[in-house]
C-alpha cells in the first residue's frame, strides 16, 4: 500500500519504554488531527501490546520490540512487532480474563482493551519466532472532542 | 508517577498522580501493601482524580487489592474517575465488584 506518511521505531523491550512507545505512537497520530479520546485510545492499545511483549514474549528478559505506524488518508495502521517465545494458542490468549501469568495480578484483558479501542486488531503469532499485533483505526469519527 | 495516602473513617484513601502502567504498578502494589499491613483500616478507596492514563496493569493492581481488603473484611472502590478510566472499568466488568464514586468523601461516607 502507498502510505502518505510511515515511521518505525525499535527499543529495548524495558518496562520504561512503555510510555516511550504509547507517547511516540499518539505523536505520529497528531498528524490526522485525532480527538483527544481516540489519541487515548491509541495509547493505551499500543501501552498494551508493548507491555504484552516485554512480560509474555521476553519474560522480562532481553529483547527489542519493532513498532511500524503508517497513515493513508483518515486510517492510521500500527504494527507492533517481537522476535519473542510467541503464543502457543492465539485464540486462548485472546479470551478475556485469559492470563497466563495470574501470580502477577495481571488481568488478562489487554488483548480485550486493543479490541475495544482500535477499529481492526489482529494477531499472528509462531512459536519461537515472535508475534505480531496489527491494528487500525479511523481518525475522526468522535462526534466532540473531549 | 507519585502514590500519597491518608486515613478517612475505616478507608485508606491512596491518591495516584501520573499514570499507571506496568512499569510502575508494582511499586505502587508494594507501597499499598505496605500501609495496608501497619494500618488497621479494612478499606481501599483508591482517588484516581490525577490519572490520566491507566491501562490494564491498573486493572490488575485494583482487583489485587480487592482480594486483600476482602480477605480483611472490607471493600476496594475507587472515585474521580475520567472518561478514559471509567471506559477501562467497563470493558474490564470491574465496576460490577468495584464501586465508582464521584469522590473520596462520598465513598468512605457509604464505606
Same mark, same amino acid.
Not at chain 1, 37 to 50: D, G, P
Not at chain 1, 97 to 124: H, N
Not at chain 2, 18 to 42: A, C, P, Q, W, Y
Given at each position: ?11 529495548r ?7 516511550f512507545?504509547r ?10 488531527d485525532?480527538?483527544v479520546?481516540e489519541?487515548t485510545e491509541?495509547?493505551t492499545a499500543?501501552s498494551e ?21 503508517g ?5 492510521l495502521?500500527?504494527e ?5 517465545k ?6 486462548e ?6 492470563t497466563?501469568?495470574p ?10 482493551i486493543?479490541e475495544?479501542?482500535m477499529?481492526?486488531m489482529?494477531?499472528?503469532s509462531e512459536?519461537?519466532?515472535?508475534t ?12 466532540s472532542?473531549? | ?8 473513617n475505616?478507608c485508606l484513601?491512596?491518591e495516584i ?10 511499586e505502587v502494589?508494594?507501597s ?6 501497619s494500618?488497621d ?12 492514563f491507566m491501562d490494564s496493569?491498573? !486493572?490488575? $493492581?485494583?482487583?489485587g487489592? %480487592?482480594?486483600?481488603t476482602?480477605?480483611?473484611g472490607? /471493600?476496594?472502590?475507587v +472515585?474521580?474517575l475520567?472518561?478514559?478510566l471509567?471506559? !477501562?472499568m $467497563?470493558i474490564s466488568g470491574? %465496576?460490577r ?5 464521584n469522590? /473520596?468523601?462520598?465513598? +468512605?461516607?457509604?464505606?
Amino acid at each position: 500500500m502507498d502510505y502518505d506518511n510511515e515511521m518505525t521505531l525499535s527499543f529495548r523491550a524495558v518496562s520504561a519504554n512503555e510510555s516511550f512507545a504509547r507517547v511516540s505512537v499518539a505523536a505520529f497520530a497528531l498528524q490526522l488531527d485525532p480527538a483527544v479520546s481516540e489519541i487515548t485510545e491509541i495509547k493505551t492499545a499500543v501501552s498494551e501490546a508493548v507491555t504484552n511483549s516485554i512480560i509474555h514474549a521476553y519474560d522480562n528478559s532481553s529483547g527489542i520490540v519493532h513498532i511500524w505506524c503508517g497513515c493513508l488518508q483518515n486510517r492510521l495502521y500500527i504494527e507492533i512487532t517481537d522476535n519473542g517465545k510467541g503464543i502457543e494458542n492465539v485464540n486462548e490468549a485472546m479470551e478475556p480474563l485469559y492470563t497466563s501469568k495470574p501470580e502477577q495480578e495481571r488481568s488478562g484483558l489487554g488483548f480485550t482493551i486493543m479490541e475495544s479501542f482500535m477499529d481492526k486488531m489482529e494477531v499472528y503469532s509462531e512459536v519461537g519466532k515472535g508475534t505480531k499485533v496489527v491494528m487500525e483505526k479511523n481518525i475522526g469519527q468522535c462526534v466532540s472532542n473531549g | 508517577m507519585s502514590v500519597s495516602f491518608r486515613n478517612v473513617n475505616d478507608c485508606l484513601v491512596v491518591e495516584i498522580e501520573g499514570e499507571i502502567d506496568h512499569h510502575f504498578v508494582d511499586e505502587v502494589k508494594k507501597s499499598i501493601d505496605t500501609r495496608l499491613m501497619s494500618n488497621d483500616v479494612r478499606n481501599v478507596v483508591f482517588d484516581l482524580k490525577k490519572v490520566d492514563f491507566m491501562d490494564s496493569a491498573g !486493572i490488575g $493492581m485494583i482487583i489485587g487489592r %480487592y482480594k486483600q481488603t476482602v480477605k480483611r473484611g472490607g /471493600v476496594t472502590s475507587v +472515585a474521580c474517575l475520567s472518561d478514559n478510566l471509567k471506559r !477501562i472499568m $467497563m470493558i474490564s466488568g470491574l %465496576y460490577r465488584i468495584i464501586k465508582i464514586y464521584n469522590s /473520596v468523601e462520598e465513598a +468512605a461516607k457509604v464505606l
